[in-house]
């Protein structure tokens, strides 16, 4: 994945003035030997400087951490740590850097420390959290934040893919074609909280778009761009005659990222599918949109901006491709019969087809094969709608979420997680039978409820932990997700089904 930053967490420890110095520094020292062993050194940076209850320690580590390229910072209580000195590194570090801080602390090694070289880090974490909550200064806090020095490196290395999605979030521009389809108003969300969160946006008409796939009319690169999409597709490589074109709009899309990133880092596309792209193009983008998004370039159908921005997130999280479905379909009762019940452990509303045209990458689909869109075929020619690339997802473990700015403008997410079964679909497109536990509720409590659309992003893997930390830190006012049995949703009837 090239389109999503590399973090380097600088690590500082800090002490209070009525501790030894030396107990932080050697429990840093200690921290940073357990994170090397375990993960390599690339991604940490111990800051020699030691924060004593000063403001000029304090300068001093911040601009070490800068100049040595962190973007991204732990502050470590390897003691009780100074409160002030701690939170204003932290401060104004996330005001230099826009990046993110989190904060840890040691946990006392054995019994023999506990006569003389007591660091009450546990106390000093409380005291840190309400001096933040006074400045106003967010950061990443883990649900047990004080350990060992194996365990504050694990702490340090979940940071990582939070921190990841963060800065790239605040380095993303978004580029999208031509407005959301008529009766896609859910796709149609308000752009302020894009700029609430840092993420530029750049609206473009179809036509603009249009005018320069023309200007690549010929473009010398094509019959390469041609030649690797034959070598992906292989036997499913159905209708070769497209690929010409498929190709020429490839090369517009990346040249246009390219041109038009400006000072952002991080580009993703929410690109104009139809009604009129297949009769004015002459075909479907989706197995574009699947080639970008498999290559850390998300594009997103139907001008889905928030569904574009989730798959950013997904793919900082992740560090792989991600998808963007339907929420679709139930899976019919017979198949549950037959393929599921007794097979697996979900209740039959615990199943449900995730489903979209043909955008999902090949490498998480079974027997990849460019196809027409049957749907949009049942209206136009069917040669005018070429373009998909169509296959059961992969079975395997999935985290399905998404980040959304509501109506009135307010910041919603959720996240759940589950898994593609290994049933065959019998169906057509990009679709996957999913499965995830008490699934019905969720539809009903915070799908319906919270009024999410009908696009979910989708990651690969079971990642809901550091999702929901990435949309804690972005300050989401909600975050939903699949709520076991035994604890209802606010507003759920009681009564219902005893």
């Known amino acids: 994945m090239e389109n999503i930053p590399r973090i380097k967490v600088g690590v500082v420890a800090v002490s209070r003035d009525c501790f030894p110095e030396s107990l932080s520094v050697g429990r840093r020292q200690a921290l940073a030997a357990a994170y090397k062993a375990a993960y390599g050194g690339d991604d940490i940076y111990e800051c020699p400087v030691c924060i004593v209850e000063s403001e000029e320690h304090m300068r001093s580590a911040l601009e070490d951490v800068i ?14 740590g100074p409160e002030t000195a701690e939170t204003m590194l932290a401060e104004k570090f ?20 506990l006569a003389s070289d007591r660091g009450d880090a546990y106390c000093g974490m409380l005291n ?8 106003g200064v967010n950061a990443y806090i883990p649900e047990y934040p004080v350990g060992d020095a194996a365990y504050c490196a694990q702490l340090i290395r979940d940071f990582i893919p939070v921190a990841r999605a963060i800065v790239g979030i605040r380095n993303l521009k978004i580029i999208s074609f031509g407005p959301r389809p008529q009766n896609f108003l859910a796709c149609n969300a308000p752009i302020r909280q894009l700029y609430n969160l840092g993420v530029e946006i750049e609206e473009n008409s179809e036509l603009d778009l249009f005018e320069s796939f023309n200007n690549h ?35 517009t899309l990346l040249d246009w990222v390219e041109k038009r990133r400006g000072d952002s880092k991080y580009t993703a596309i929410a690109g104009k ?23 850390g370039i998300p594009v997103s159908c139907e001008v889905d901006i928030y569904g574009c921005l989730s798959e950013y997130i997904g793919e900082c999280i992740s560090g792989g491709s991600v998808t963007l479905l339907d929420i679709n379909n139930t899976v019919p009762y017979e198949m549950y019969e037959k393929e599921i019940k007794g097979k697996c452990d979900y209740k039959f509303t615990d199943t449900f087809m995730g489903f979209h045209c043909g955008n999902t990458c090949s ?24 373009g998909t690339l169509e296959g059961d997802i992969l079975p395997g473990d999935i985290t399905f979420y998404r980040l959304q700015s509501t109506s009135d403008n307010r910041l919603y997410a959720y996240v759940a997680q589950g898994e593609v079964l290994p049933v065959a679909t019998n169906s057509f497109g990009s679709i996957g039978v999913f499965a995830i536990k008490e699934m019905g509720r969720f539809y009903r409590h915070v799908l319906i409820e919270k009024g999410f659309p009908h696009h979910g992003a989708v990651m690969f893997g079971h990642f809901g932990k550091e999702a929901f930390e990435v949309f804690k830190y972005l300050g989401a006012e909600s975050i939903g997700y699949n709520r076991p049995a035994s604890l209802p949703y606010d507003g759920e009837n009681p009564f219902v089904g005893k």
């Open 128 to 135: 840190a959290s309400y001096n933040l909550k006074l400045r």
């Open 217 to 251: 009319a010929g473009d010398k690169r094509i019959p390469s761009v041609v030649a690797d999409m034959e070598r992906e597709l292989g036997k499913g490589n159905r209708i070769p005659s497209i690929l010409p074109k498929l190709a020429q709009y490839e090369l």
């Open 363 to 386: 490498e998480r689909i079974c027997n990849p094969t460019m196809k027409y869109q049957k749907i949009m075929a049942r209206s136009l020619p069917a040669e005018v709608t070429n």
């Open 94 to 113: 996330a005001l230099r850097t826009g990046n993110p801080v989190m904060f840890c602390a040691a946990a006392e090694e054995n019994t023999r420390v």
């Open 67 to 80: 100049a040595a390229g962190c973007n991204a910072l732990c502050v470590y209580l390897g003691n009780f």
């Open 273 to 295: 599918c139809w009604p009129a792209f297949q009769t004015q193009f002459g075909f479907v983008p989706c197995y574009v949109n699947s080639r970008l998004t498999g290559r």
